[in-house]
């Protein structure tokens, strides 16, 4: 069985809870907003997994905000052989 549900929250004010397993239930992330609240109740494998996708992406966009290793490097050997030649 396959259900997809779609709702734009973007620019809108969210509140994120994980609502502990109990006996009867396992986990549920639980997204509130203006028009409603989602939930979707996940084993903590699969939890991960969403934390997993959700990070992935997000270090994926952020690129900008980390320092470029390979710019890093070249700077380092261009200070070493000035000093040298110093």
Do not use: K, W
């Amino acid at each position: 069985m396959s259900t997809a549900f779609s709702a734009d929250i973007s620019g809108q004010r969210i509140e994120i809870e994980i609502v502990p397993p109990t006996n009867y239930s396992p986990s549920i992330l639980s997204i509130r907003q203006q028009s409603g609240t989602f939930q979707l109740h996940a084993d903590p494998d699969q939890l991960a997994e969403v934390e997993y996708a959700i990070r992935t992406y997000l270090d994926s966009i952020r690129y900008p905000e980390t320092p470029d290793q390979q710019s890093l490097l070249h700077d380092e050997c261009r200070a070493a052989i000035e000093e040298e030649i110093a």
